[in-house]
């Protein structure tokens, strides 16, 4: 049982290279969430997906653009990196509970994390 | 918008006592979630204990526990007799219901803990 699996986990980019995260679950989560964790600021939401082909903002979406083509894939891209993009990058999940044809349940589940991708750009 | 905080960057205790984070939040909703996740060294990022703002009774979850003020908009955690593996950082999250923000989690800045044998 893989849960939120992260491709790359470490990455070295050069100012203006463009490059995708991607992250994969396994457990059929509707919704999917990407954050940045930088020192003394905790994780800061990007972007995030409640189902496949809908995504919408977080708190710091400038730079970063996100895709869910597929219900267990949501990808992160960077067109132009930064510096100030430099971070570690991580992926969540969480499961809703459905009855009577709408959520009934979800906010108290946690979200799975996947184990992180550390990103430095020169 | 809610906010998070987190007002201990670090703190220690000796192994086998007690310590409580402290966890203040901000926020005008009065059905919300809160989670302490812990974070080792190996990054991962670790459920340890949720609390839902309409329950009364605070969470426990074996040797963590939680002081939910809701009034004051506190949310502590304590850990009792402390162990080795306990040292990590610790975020205090706040997950809003409303539907509309996809049921985000706003995190604190994180207590770096460390346990002294």
């Known amino acids: 049982n893989a849960g939120v699996t992260q491709t790359p986990k470490f990455r070295v980019l050069k100012t203006g290279q463009s490059m995708t995260l991607l992250c994969a679950q396994d457990?059929?989560?509707?919704?999917m969430y990407w954050y940045r964790q930088d020192p003394g600021m905790g994780l800061r939401l990007i972007h995030y997906?409640?189902?496949?082909?809908t995504t919408a903002k977080g708190e710091v979406p400038d730079g970063y653009n996100v895709s869910r083509l597929k219900k267990q894939n949501f990808l992160l891209g960077l067109e132009s990196a930064a510096p100030s993009q430099t971070s570690v990058y991580f992926c969540?999940?969480?499961?809703?509970?459905w009855g009577r044809g709408r959520k009934v349940e979800y906010n108290n589940q946690p979200q799975h994390f996947g184990d992180g991708t550390r990103l430095s750009i020169l | 918008a809610q906010t998070v905080t987190q007002s201990q960057p670090e703190m220690s205790v000796q192994e086998a006592e007690t310590v409580t984070l402290s966890c203040t939040y901000d926020t005008s909703e009065s059905d919300y979630y809160l989670f302490w996740y812990k974070q080792p060294p190996s990054r991962q990022m670790i459920l340890v204990i949720r609390?839902?703002?309409?329950?009364?009774q605070n969470a426990t979850e074996n040797r963590f526990s939680v002081n939910f003020q809701k009034a004051a908009k506190s949310f502590s955690l304590k850990i009792s007799d402390s162990q080795l593996g306990d040292a990590a950082m610790y975020f205090c999250a706040y997950r809003s219901p409303a539907e509309t923000s996809g049921s985000r989690l706003t995190f604190g800045e994180g207590t770096q803990l460390t346990v002294n044998p």
């Open positions: 457990m059929n989560h509707e919704y």
């Open positions: 609390q839902e703002a309409y329950k009364q």
């Open positions: 997906s409640v189902g496949e082909g």
């Open positions: 969540a999940s969480s499961y809703t509970l």
